[in-house]
């Protein structure tokens, strides 16, 4: 997967929100956050599959914990789930692109490819995937099927956040 290119804004509001937080500030939340390196590699170690980088995925589960500062195990649990569906997404993301650009290769080659230009091209590789095996149809299951485990975990975690009265619901 290719590293993200941050615009001069998003660095910018990066940088300011990240001036806000200080880290953990009890005891326990220190404690807590110091295990964050260790769960997240033992987490990536099942997930990042070769060719992936281990360190971006490490990056988005540190990134979800920043944001939701999780306030117990249950909720890193969920935040976990959370960064598991959303590399999965990303991974079907770049394995239909994969594919989308591996059959417009193919029909870059055809003597009627000249004729035609991009959208049309890549409409007729779409086309042909879809026709020659299931593939597309399975991505696009899968990508439904994490979305919907992404979101329900993050409305979990917000209705567990609504009972305890912690105030930081996204």
Request: proline share 4%.
């Amino acid at each position: 997967m290719n590293k993200r290119v941050l615009t001069p804004a998003q660095i910018d509001a990066a940088r300011r929100n990240g001036a806000k937080s200080h880290g953990p500030a009890s005891q326990e939340g220190k404690a807590r956050s110091s295990r964050n390196s260790f769960r997240h590699g033992l987490l990536a170690n099942s997930i990042v599959i070769p060719g992936e980088s281990r360190d971006r995925f490490m990056t988005l589960c540190a990134d979800l914990d920043l944001h939701f500062q999780p306030a117990s195990e249950v909720e890193s649990g969920l935040i976990d789930t959370m960064a598991v569906c959303r590399w999965r997404q990303m991974r079907l993301w770049s394995m239909e692109k994969a594919a989308l650009t591996n059959e417009i290769r193919k029909r870059s080659t055809a003597p009627e490819a000249n004729d035609e230009d991009n959208p049309t091209r890549t409409a007729l590789a779409f086309h042909a995937l879809c026709d020659s095996s299931r593939a597309t149809e399975v991505l696009s299951r899968y990508e439904t099927r994490f979305d919907r485990q992404y979101n329900r975990a993050l409305q979990t975690l917000n209705q567990i956040r609504r009972k305890t009265g912690i105030s930081k619901v996204a």
